[in-house]
């Protein structure tokens, strides 16, 4: 890993999480897959819960939208691999069951966090090592809040990064795929100035004091 901050903030996203506790019960990886895919799904729908599962299209569809994920990320691997950003704006793009950009990314990028996680502290998932380094980071109002306080305030993201972190006009369960990305840019540009991936960026920042 980039660093010992880093290597210090995996190990306590793993302990802080139950991470530990629960991974421990998974026989193989598969079951631990599982396990980082669920949750990434609780993450994801933080929001959606206040619904209730009666009136929510995606609640009451979520074993199925957690084995498409599976799916991707197991029987179309290659895919994932060859073109990791093509892949994922395809999977935001998938509405079915009301999913929407906003939601896919946080599940998305949540559930290889939890991999991530698990690879460093564990060395399983290394079939996906290739991956890891073009995985996006999560976001979420906590990282675009940390996020805003690195830019500048004529910074073309400034204003949208500021609006997530608020929960003002823009929150990150409904951001377009073009809002997303210029998130993105912004954290990437961010994290490769301290030798980060946009994921690790995630790991070392979303949790500081900062």
């Not at 109002?141 to 993201?157: F, M, N, P, W, Y």
Request: negative net charge; hydrophobic residues 35%; charged residues 30%.
């Amino acid at each position: 890993m980039a660093s010992t901050v880093l290597k210090e903030s995996v190990s306590r996203f793993y302990e802080g999480r139950a991470f530990n506790k629960e991974a421990k019960k998974c026989s193989n990886e598969d079951e631990l897959l599982d396990y980082c895919i669920a949750k990434a799904w609780q993450d994801a729908i933080s929001r959606e819960r206040y619904k209730g599962k009666g009136n929510s299209e995606i609640l009451s569809n979520a074993e199925q939208i957690k084995r498409q994920l599976k799916t991707e990320l197991t029987a179309n691997l290659t895919r994932v691999e060859a073109d990791f950003d093509a892949w994922h704006k395809n999977m935001c793009a998938n509405d079915s069951y009301g999913m929407r950009c906003g939601l896919w990314q946080k599940f998305i990028n949540m559930a290889f966090k939890y991999m991530y996680c698990a690879h460093e502290m564990k060395g399983v998932f290394c079939k996906y090592e290739n991956i890891f380094h073009a995985c996006h980071c999560p976001v979420d109002s906590v990282i675009a809040q940390k996020t805003c306080k690195r830019l500048a305030e004529c910074d073309s993201c400034y204003g949208l990064l500021k609006s997530i972190a608020r929960n003002g006009s823009d929150n990150w369960n409904s951001l377009s795929y073009e809002q997303y990305l210029e998130v993105q840019s912004a954290i990437k540009r961010l994290a490769e100035e301290e030798g980060l991936t946009a994921l690790e960026y995630d790991f070392v920042h979303w949790g500081d004091e900062t």
